[in-house]
Nanobody, 118 residues
Framework: QVQLVESGGGLVQPGGSLKLSCAAS????????MSWYRQYPGKERELVAV????????NYSNSVKGRFTISRDNAKNTVYLQMNSLKPEDTAVYYC???????????WGQGTQVTVSS
């Protein structure tokens, strides 16, 4: 069974930091492009950050560029999202996503809540 399990979400004050983790299993992690998305209530999921499978190229949404960092550890089958200088507008459910770049397929985690509030 393919599984993506997010963790690390919670409540933080504006200006604070959180680090999200996504543990993957059931597929070949090393050949998958990994992404973080977020979803506001009643809205469609939006891409936050992506890291490629081979060259570890990263790209970010303009809204998080300079504040968030995506990274991956292929030995641990885990992708991370370091979130700094958090703002109330970052409050959302954050989802881990995997896309197999060799054998077509994509997978979603269940999501983890991030709340930025005073």
């Amino acid at each position: 069974q393919v599984q993506l399990v997010e963790s690390g979400g919670g409540l933080v004050q504006p200006g604070g930091s959180l680090k999200l983790s996504c543990a993957a299993s059931g597929f070949t992690f090393s050949r998958a492009a990994m992404s973080w998305y977020r979803q506001y209530p009643g809205k469609e999921r939006e891409l936050v950050a992506v890291i490629t499978s081979r060259l570890f190229i990263t790209n970010y949404s303009n809204s998080v560029k300079g504040r968030f960092t995506i990274s991956r550890d292929n030995a641990k089958n885990t992708v991370y999202l370091q979130m700094n200088s958090l703002k109330p507008e970052d409050t959302a459910v954050y989802y881990c996503h995997a896309e197999d770049t060799i054998v077509p397929g994509d997978y979603w985690g269940q999501g983890t809540q991030v709340t930025v509030s005073s």
